[in-house]
């Protein structure tokens, strides 16, 4: 599967934006979808995950603010970002795991995605 990240920008903080991954090549359905980011200076991170059996899970430092989906027949993952914040700044990649069932501990489990995204960049900044 080949997927490409789009959506990121410039937003204030408090903002919102929507993140799109463009998913090719196989059926997205097959598929376990997360969400990383990297800052800069700082090491990846997972922010959402989609396991593909219909449970999500979130990073801490987002939840409630952060929304993962996904529409299979249009080949999409889409991340809601809500109140954003100074520290959300980073470069967002989506990710493609072809393990269903895992749960959160994909966040911290970079290594079980074969597939990413060439990532996006959000800047949070007055």
């Known amino acids: 599967v080949q997927l490409q990240a789009s959506g990121g920008g410039l937003v204030e903080p408090g903002g919102s934006l929507r993140l799109s991954c463009a998913a090719s090549?196989?059926?997205?359905?097959?598929?376990?979808i997360a969400w990383f980011r990297q800052a800069p200076g700082k090491a990846r991170e997972g922010v959402a995950f989609?396991?593909?059996?219909?449970?999500?899970y979130y990073a801490e430092s987002v939840k409630g603010r952060f929304t993962i989906s996904r529409d299979n027949a249009k080949h999409m993952v889409y991340l809601q970002l809500n109140s954003l914040k100074y520290e959300n700044t980073a470069v967002y990649y989506c990710?493609?795991?072809?393990?269903?069932?895992?749960?959160?501990?994909?966040?911290?489990?970079?290594?079980?995605?074969?597939?990413w995204g060439q990532g996006t960049l959000v800047t949070v900044s007055s």
């Open positions: 990710a493609a795991s072809s393990t269903l069932g895992w749960d959160g501990k994909a966040l911290t489990t970079p290594g079980i995605f074969g597939w």
């Open positions: 090549g196989s059926p997205l359905d097959y598929y376990a």
């Open positions: 989609d396991s593909g059996n219909d449970r999500v």
